[in-house]
T-cell receptor
Framework: GAVVSQHPSRVICKSGTSVKIECRSL??????MFWYRQFPKQSLMLMAT?????????EQGVEKDKFLINHASLTLSTLTVTSAHPEDSSFYIC????????????FGQGTRLTVV | AQKVTQAQTEISVVEKEDVTLDCVYE???????LFWYKQPPSGELVFLIR??????QNEISGRYSWNFQKSTSSFNFTITASQVVDSAVYFC?????????????FGTGTQLKVEL
């Protein structure tokens, strides 16, 4: 199946700093990428949808100035958590879809962010 | 609006038992896809199956089988002769292609524990 690579898998940062998470589609062109957040023992909550070359569409309640999404190419989307605080600590996971016949979304390995 | 309900929060079975994970969905779309994903403790989401709304044929893949019943809006997942390695959280998801905005909506997940 298609491969989506997410990096880093774990990051610890100090409160007030910014963290960038990368999501790459390795063997297909991802016209659409999705970013999710997952709290412990909970489901995945969609944060935003990004289409290559256009601004991301954020779900209700997600601060777009805090969670900056860039989808500059068909193989790369980035999520930057700006001025991170402890409450931003969570598991962030991306998925990508696109390409001929790709109706399922393939997921990256996830990034566990801890803000101290 | 789309909704996926996984009423079973946690299931514990003994190895070699069969187990069925329930999934009930709601959508106004006539064309949609249903998915099952496995999330082991490491966190990544592993794609298991995709089923489109026009294909009610049940599917079997090794020890896994899926029962899609459009009349009851259910897409249940059965693991036969469960193994310890099946222990994970399993998510059912729905993607509606029109009103759903091509977004994946996840259920709350079922934690499956398979013990020796």
């Amino acid at each position: 199946g298609a491969v989506v690579s997410q990096h880093p898998s774990r990051v610890i940062c100090k409160s007030g700093t910014s963290v960038k998470i990368e999501c790459r589609s390795l063997d297909f062109q991802a016209t659409t990428m999705f970013w999710y957040r997952q709290f412990p023992k909970q489901s995945l909550m969609l944060m935003a949808t990004s289409n290559e070359g256009s601004k991301a569409t954020y779900e209700q309640g997600v601060e777009k100035d805090k969670f900056l999404i860039n989808h500059a190419s068909l193989t790369l989307s980035t999520l930057t958590v700006t001025s991170a605080h402890p409450e931003d600590s969570s598991f962030y996971i991306c998925s990508a879809t696109g390409g001929a016949g790709l109706t399922e979304a393939f997921f990256g390995q996830g990034t566990r962010l801890t803000v101290v | 609006a789309q909704k996926v309900t996984q009423a079973q929060t946690e299931i514990s079975v003994v190895e070699k038992e069969d187990v069925t994970l329930d999934c009930v969905y709601e959508t106004r779309d006539t064309t949609y896809y249903l998915f099952w994903y496995k999330q082991p403790p490491s966190g990544e989401l592993v794609f298991l199956i995709r089923r489109n709304s026009f294909d009610e044929q049940n599917e079997i893949s090794g020890r896994y089988s899926w029962n899609f019943q459009k009349s009851t809006s259910s897409f249940n997942f059965t693991i036969t002769a469960s193994q310890v390695v099946d222990s994970a959280v399993y998510f059912c998801a729905l993607k509606g292609l029109t009103g759903g905005g091509n977004k994946l909506t996840f259920g709350t997940g079922t934690q499956l524990k398979v013990e020796l």
